[in-house]
């Protein structure tokens, strides 16, 4: 009986923590899913960073990386800055470098042509290449966290 009273207060209470993420759930956006991978790595972050008695210093160090790039696959740390507004359109520049050497990798080509797109593909190719190194981290340390 008292382990059943543990799961509905557990329910309830994850419930109350997850209900921003669970009303901006949609079936066409994956942004959704990073969301929710995010909460839950700053959950663990905070977890871990709370616990002293286990040394969680690797862990800390993954799950930050991944927050990090996560912010950057959503577009919250943008590596655009809008220069100047020219019959409201925004003109923009690279405020962050991002390596191109590889960009064959990952689908973005025309990186050297000056028409205008090119910063445009900078900034997807630095999605792109944030999104790979996530899965990367995930595929070789989540096991680690949750264990």
């Given at each position: 009986m008292?382990?059943w009273?543990?799961k509905?207060?557990n329910f309830?209470r994850n419930?109350?923590?997850y209900?921003k993420?669970l009303?901006?759930?949609y079936?066409?956006?994956?942004?959704?899913?990073?969301d929710?991978?995010k909460?839950?790595?700053?959950l663990?972050l905070?977890?871990f960073k709370d616990?002293?008695h286990?040394d969680h210093?690797?862990?800390i160090?993954?799950?930050?990386i991944?927050?990090?790039?996560i912010?950057?696959?959503?577009?919250?740390?943008?590596a655009?800055e809008?220069v100047e507004?020219?019959?409201?359109k925004p003109q923009f520049?690279?405020?962050k470098?991002v390596?191109?050497?590889?960009?064959?990798?990952?689908?973005?080509?025309y990186?050297?042509r000056?028409?205008?797109?090119q910063?445009y593909?900078?900034?997807?190719l630095?999605?792109?290449?944030?999104?790979?190194?996530y899965?990367?981290?995930?595929y070789?340390?989540m096991?680690?966290?949750?264990?």
């Amino acid at each position: 009986m008292k382990e059943w009273w543990y799961k509905i207060k557990n329910f309830f209470r994850n419930l109350y923590i997850y209900r921003k993420i669970l009303t901006t759930d949609y079936q066409f956006d994956y942004g959704y899913l990073l969301d929710l991978e995010k909460f839950k790595l700053q959950l663990m972050l905070k977890s871990f960073k709370d616990v002293s008695h286990v040394d969680h210093t690797s862990n800390i160090r993954w799950i930050s990386i991944c927050i990090k790039l996560i912010d950057i696959i959503q577009e919250e740390d943008s590596a655009l800055e809008v220069v100047e507004m020219e019959m409201s359109k925004p003109q923009f520049k690279l405020v962050k470098y991002v390596n191109i050497n590889n960009a064959f990798r990952f689908g973005i080509e025309y990186l050297d042509r000056y028409d205008g797109l090119q910063v445009y593909r900078k900034e997807l190719l630095r999605q792109q290449k944030a999104l790979y190194l996530y899965n990367k981290i995930r595929y070789n340390y989540m096991l680690e966290w949750w264990d």
